[in-house]
């Protein structure tokens, strides 16, 4: 009796086809889920609600997402014209609370700076 059997099935190109479907997206030489996930979520904090006033805008995004990427996020999702972008990688760091120790991640910031006039509202 063996515990692993060798049995291998064939998927003809039909069934290959009918089992994964096509998803179109706007910019075709960006894969979509790298689109998806450039930006992680808004980085509110007093020193980014001061920038605000300013028309810069902070946001938390993904470790490998470059500029060119976070910009074409940004017009996507708010439909704002970035004039600059700026990044920052904040290191992971090691903590003590309560006599244990942990890890405090590391995060990529993202300074995104808009036209005069443009303004993104955080719901």
Not at 14 to 37: C, I, R
Request: aromatic content about 6%; cysteine-free; glycine content about 4%.
């Amino acid at each position: 009796m063996a515990l692993f059997s060798k049995k291998t099935t064939k998927i003809t190109p039909a069934k290959a086809a009918a089992a994964k479907p096509a998803v179109k997206t706007e910019n075709t030489h960006v894969k979509k889920d790298v689109l998806g996930g450039a930006i992680v979520r808004p980085h509110i904090t007093e020193k980014a609600t001061f920038l605000a006033e300013k028309n810069t805008y902070v946001f938390e995004v993904n470790k490998n997402a470059s500029k060119p990427i976070i910009a074409q996020v940004i017009r996507a999702m708010y439909n704002v014209t970035p004039l600059k972008i700026t990044t920052a990688t904040n290191p992971a760091k090691k903590v003590v609370v309560r006599g244990k120790i942990g890890n405090k991640p590391g995060i990529k910031k993202a300074y995104v700076t808009l036209k005069k006039g443009e303004k993104i509202e955080f719901a």
